[in-house]
């Protein structure tokens, strides 16, 4: 399956059902991993930016789109792409731009971070430490207060639209999303599987409640309180 093809189904599905305003929490596209480079400076490859434009040339057409990012350049171009490809379609776009708290504001101190990710052997490990208070609050924000406090502000976007139908797209990083899922969705690793390029979570309101939309499984009512 492509890479984003989950996320548009979702999409697709939620319009079809009455949806007339949705946000998506969503994962950049496919990225370089350059050894020895800060890895949020590696950006998009050239097929991740092929990959951004043809998600957004196959959104559906009568949603307008609006898009917001984390400041990693990676990220923003994702933004940039989506918006592009679904404007080169015949959609309506506005405008994107970048977001501090959708990057990874959740570390509090990335050299201790990377060293408690290297002695743990891994993201995956490291993950289940975070989620489980292992991991010092000087390094990394509780993850339970970090997942809230992300989906808050996503959920926010509901209450600025600019017209109906409207998709907002809110770009982040894969461990955003394993945070999300895990502490908000109960979708752990094991039962959901890794997150991959353009992968998302999706929120919307009905009925003046908040649900919160994932692939896999039923939508289902989201307490942020």
Same mark, same amino acid.
């Given at each position: 399956?492509?890479?984003?093809?989950?996320? %548009?189904?979702?999409?697709?599905?939620?319009?079809?059902?009455?949806?007339?305003?949705?946000?998506?929490?969503? !994962?950049? +596209? =496919?990225?370089?991993?350059?050894?020895?480079?800060?890895?949020?400076?590696?950006?998009?490859?050239?097929?991740? /930016?092929?990959? =951004?434009?043809?998600?957004?040339?196959?959104?559906?057409?009568?949603?307008?789109?609006?898009?917001?990012?984390?400041?990693?350049?990676?990220?923003?171009?994702?933004?940039? %792409?989506?918006?592009?490809?679904?404007?080169?379609?015949? $959609?309506?776009?506005?405008?994107? !731009?970048?977001?501090?708290?959708?990057?990874? #504001?959740?570390?509090?101190?990335?050299? !201790?971070?990377?060293?408690? @990710?290297?002695?743990?052997? $891994?993201?995956?490990? #490291?993950?289940?430490?975070? #989620?489980?208070?292992?991991?010092?609050?000087?390094?990394?924000?509780?993850?339970?207060?970090?997942?809230?406090?992300?989906? /808050?502000?996503?959920?926010?976007?509901?209450?600025?639209?600019?017209?109906?139908?409207? %998709?907002?797209?809110?770009?982040?990083?894969?461990? +955003?999303?394993?945070?999300? !899922?895990?502490?908000?969705?109960?979708?752990?690793?094991?039962?959901?599987?890794?997150?991959? #390029?353009?992968?998302?979570? @999706?929120?919307?309101?009905?009925? $003046? /409640?908040?649900?919160?939309?994932?692939? $896999?499984?039923?939508?289902?009512?989201?307490? %942020?309180?």
């Amino acid at each position: 399956m492509e890479y984003g093809a989950s996320t %548009l189904a979702m999409v697709e599905s939620a319009v079809a059902d009455g949806v007339d305003h949705a946000v998506l929490l969503m !994962r950049h +596209s =496919a990225r370089e991993f350059e050894p020895g480079r800060h890895d949020l400076e590696n950006p998009l490859t050239e097929t991740g /930016r092929e990959l =951004a434009r043809r998600f957004g040339e196959r959104l559906p057409k009568q949603l307008l789109a609006r898009a917001y990012a984390s400041p990693a350049e990676r990220c923003v171009e994702t933004a940039e %792409l989506v918006l592009a490809g679904h404007a080169a379609g015949g $959609g309506r776009v506005t405008r994107q !731009r970048p977001i501090e708290a959708l990057g990874v #504001f959740y570390v509090l101190d990335q050299m !201790r971070m990377y060293r408690a @990710m290297t002695d743990a052997t $891994g993201q995956a490990p #490291f993950l289940a430490r975070w #989620f489980a208070g292992e991991i010092p609050d000087d390094v990394m924000m509780p993850a339970e207060l970090a997942a809230r406090m992300l989906m /808050r502000l996503v959920a926010a976007k509901l209450d600025a639209p600019v017209a109906r139908p409207q %998709l907002d797209v809110c770009v982040s990083h894969d461990m +955003s999303l394993y945070l999300v !899922r895990d502490r908000l969705l109960d979708l752990g690793v094991e039962t959901a599987g890794e997150v991959k #390029f353009l992968d998302a979570v @999706m929120c919307y309101r009905r009925d $003046g /409640r908040l649900y919160v939309d994932a692939p $896999g499984r039923e939508p289902q009512l989201l307490d %942020l309180g």
